[in-house]
């Protein structure tokens, strides 16, 4: 079955403890996103990567890092955690845009994290 | 830069009859994609519908249909004969090749059908 996987689906930490939250897709995508949903602002995107090794910031990096080692796997590290980083976290995957493509991103199942 | 609007923040349909939620964008590029997603109270995100910029037709899965007007840069969603189970967030996102492929979201409409 083509899906993303996130791991854990909950957690709640204490500030300053550092925490991974995993992300893998097994339908051979190059693109990869880690979003944050917050009530009354939608989806933003905290980082993306296009590719092995290919990283970049989206609007709201501060705090995050990621790494895409391999292709299937793209998780988010939270050096740090702040309770602002309380949140409901999606990871994503499509294939790269090509002019005339729809390639939709297909979405986890939400992390949702708190930061006390 | 990208930007997604939606200006409905809570909507309600009776059962039976059809709805249209809101979406205005604003890029300068000529090549993008429109999305519509269905978030549910149970959290998942799930891909409803997607119009490309360079599409002639205006896109319909099912009782889904985008309203695509590419000159008033607007997408608005239209589902017909609403159930109970469309009871859900909608969110609208933008794809363009000049930001990376970015996907960008609004802030969402929450839909509530009555029976």
């Known amino acids: 079955e083509a899906q993303v996987t996130q791991n854990p689906r909950y957690l709640i930490t204490v500030t300053g403890k550092k925490l991974t939250v995993t992300c893998s897709q097994n339908?051979?995508?190059?693109?990869m996103s880690w979003y944050r949903q917050d009530p009354g602002l939608g989806l933003r995107q905290i980082y993306y990567?296009?590719?092995?090794?290919?990283?970049d910031k989206g609007d709201v990096p501060e705090g995050y890092k990621v790494s895409r080692k391999e292709k299937r796997n793209f998780p988010l590290i939270l050096e740090s955690p702040s309770p602002n980083q309380t949140s409901l976290y999606f990871c994503?995957?499509?294939?790269?845009?090509?002019?005339?493509?729809?390639?939709?991103?297909?979405f986890g199942p939400g992390t949702r994290l708190t930061v006390l | 830069a990208q930007k997604i609007t939606q200006t409905q923040p809570g909507m309600f349909v009776q059962e039976k009859e059809a709805v249209t939620l809101d979406c205005t964008y604003d890029?300068?590029?000529?090549?993008?994609?429109l999305f519509w997603y269905k978030q549910p109270s149970s959290g998942e995100m799930i891909f409803l519908i997607y119009?490309?910029?360079?599409?002639?037709q205006n896109a319909t899965e099912g009782r889904y249909s985008l309203n695509f007007q590419k000159a008033r840069k607007s997408a608005n969603l239209v589902i017909s004969a609403s159930q109970l189970g469309d009871s859900a967030m909608y969110f609208c996102?933008?794809?363009?090749?000049?930001?990376?492929?970015?996907?960008?979201f609004g802030t969402g409409t929450s839909l509530t059908v009555i029976p």
């Open positions: 996102a933008m794809r363009g090749p000049n930001t990376g492929n970015q996907f960008y």
């Open positions: 890029t300068s590029d000529q090549s993008y994609g």
């Open positions: 339908m051979n995508h190059e693109y």
């Open positions: 994503a995957s499509s294939l790269v845009r090509r002019v005339g493509g729809s390639d939709t991103q297909y």
């Open positions: 119009q490309g910029s360079y599409d002639e």
């Open positions: 990567s296009m590719n092995v090794e290919v990283t």
